[in-house]
């Protein structure tokens, strides 16, 4: 035989496929993304972080309008009937709508019934209400509903309190 099989201790040796012999085989390197793959990227996310930032400032800037416009109009019934003493709530400070209080004197307060009449004057409407109040009266203002609760016990008793209230964006409020 012209031919011999090379033999090792351990085994038969093959000596045409020795490392320095075999082809190299490419390696895949990890590539990283394209200048313009990681721009374009950016600008997307920059685009919808945006996005979501304008229509939050815009929803609660509409909520602190209402709440506004429902403080003005309390400044203004002030103006007209002397509280003792009121409490303000700016929206998304203690909850998630803005509420105005005002508390009468027992002896001196307002009568429920001329109070309610000078709100209802002014563009407010009484509606039914499940809550034990005197009056429930709304008001739309920039697609906000508005709300006064009269706490009273009759027409002619005078009122212990008004408690007004504008709802505020929850996402708004998150966002705060």
Do not use: K, N
């Not at 374009?40 to 800037?61: E, K, N, P, Q, Y």
Request: glycine letters at 10%; hydrophobic letters at 35%.
């Amino acid at each position: 035989m012209s031919h011999t099989v090379p033999v090792s201790d351990s085994g038969f040796v093959d000596e045409a496929s020795s490392e320095g012999d075999r082809p190299s085989r490419p390696r895949r390197a990890l590539r990283r993304p394209a200048p313009t793959v990681v721009g374009f990227t950016a600008v997307v996310v920059g685009l919808l972080a945006f996005g979501g930032w304008a229509w939050s400032s815009r929803v609660h800037a509409a909520d602190v309008g209402a709440y506004e416009a429902l403080a003005r109009e309390i400044e203004e019934l002030d103006h007209t009937m002397t509280p003792l003493g009121h409490s303000e709530v700016p929206p998304c400070r203690e909850a998630t709508d803005g509420s105005l209080t005002r508390s009468y004197p027992p002896s001196t307060g307002p009568q429920a019934a001329e109070l309610v009449g000078l709100l209802e004057r002014s563009g407010w409407v009484r509606q039914d209400s499940d809550l034990p109040v005197y009056a429930h009266l709304t008001r739309t203002t920039d697609g906000h509903e508005l709300v006064i609760d009269v706490l009273a016990p009759s027409d002619t008793s005078l009122v212990g309190s008004l408690a007004a209230r504008s709802p505020a964006s929850g996402f708004g409020c998150l966002l705060h």
